[in-house]
């Protein structure tokens, strides 16, 4: 009996493990006790029986895992792709919820209800504006939403206006395509020159529909009554876009929606 077994557990060698059994000249698995073979004629008709190997349960696990692991392989380099091409400065990436000192809580409050309805955000194309003083925490709030949306996968572009109008300007090679972003978020509003191709980027953003989270320390009324027409384009366009607007301060935060979208996007913001 002891030479059977050992013949077939030499025969499957590859498919044995450490615990398996043979049984009535199978061989089993140890582990599920299902067969790790079946006994078929072969070659058909000529009477010789063999064993062939078959698949037992953990061989499917073992299968499945290994999937999922690749999976999650591919995910990762996804999303890893996506930070490179979203986050032009990598002070970004620190600006996460986990790192929030919870200093705004409403703001904090806010921002995650923005990621959770991400979808209907960006079907409606509603965009945000963070204003406020120095230190209150406008870009490292705006950041939470790009890295939370990030890491679901959603094509997010942060970066300073001033910024992009330099690489145009420099007809830099390098230079961005926003269309292929879902959400754009600009940093810093404010600190540009109103050039004319600051204003394209700003038309470009507007005629794409994509939704737009721009941070400044302007206050709305500067942003609205500005003291150049240049900056009256740039900025009529901005206010437009962002439908809520948020003051960030370091004291006091609120936030209230433009009238002309008020209802749509607090129904979507679920608040
Ligand atoms: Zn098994």
Redesign the pocket.
């Known amino acids: 009996m002891n030479d059977i077994i050992n013949s077939i557990l030499e025969k499957n060698k590859d498919s044995a493990k450490e615990g398996d059994y043979v049984k009535d000249d199978i061989l089993y698995?140890?582990?599920?006790?299902?067969p790790?073979q079946c006994i078929k004629e072969f070659p058909i008709g000529s009477g010789t029986m063999r064993n062939f190997p078959i698949i037992?349960?953990?061989?499917i696990d073992e299968e499945e895992k290994y999937k999922e692991r690749m999976r999650r392989q591919k995910w990762d380099e996804y999303v890893k792709q996506l930070y490179r091409q979203g986050l032009t400065d990598k002070a970004y990436l620190k600006n996460t919820f986990e790192n929030d000192d919870n200093r705004n809580p409403g703001i904090t409050y806010f921002c995650k209800k923005y990621v959770e309805s991400w979808q209907k955000q960006k079907e409606h194309n509603n965009g945000v504006l963070f204003y406020g003083g120095t230190g209150g925490g406008k870009s490292f709030y705006a950041c939470c939403i790009a890295n939370a949306l990030l890491k679901k996968g959603v094509k997010v572009f942060v970066s300073r206006l001033s910024d992009l109008v330099k690489n145009q300007t420099k007809n830099d090679t390098t230079d961005v395509n926003l269309n292929l972003f879902d959400l754009i978020i600009l940093d810093d509003l404010g600190i540009e020159k109103a050039t004319q191709t600051a204003y394209n980027i700003i038309d470009d953003i507007y005629r794409s529909d994509i939704p737009l989270i721009v941070t400044t320390n302007l206050m709305p009324t500067e942003l609205k009554n500005p003291d150049s027409i240049e900056k009256e384009r740039i900025y009529s366009r901005v206010i437009e876009m962002c439908c809520i607007v948020q003051k960030v301060d370091v004291k006091v935060s609120r936030f209230q929606i433009a009238k002309s979208k008020n209802k749509q996007a607090l129904q979507d913001l679920n608040i």
């Open positions: 698995c140890g582990k599920c006790n299902q790790k037992c349960k953990c061989d």
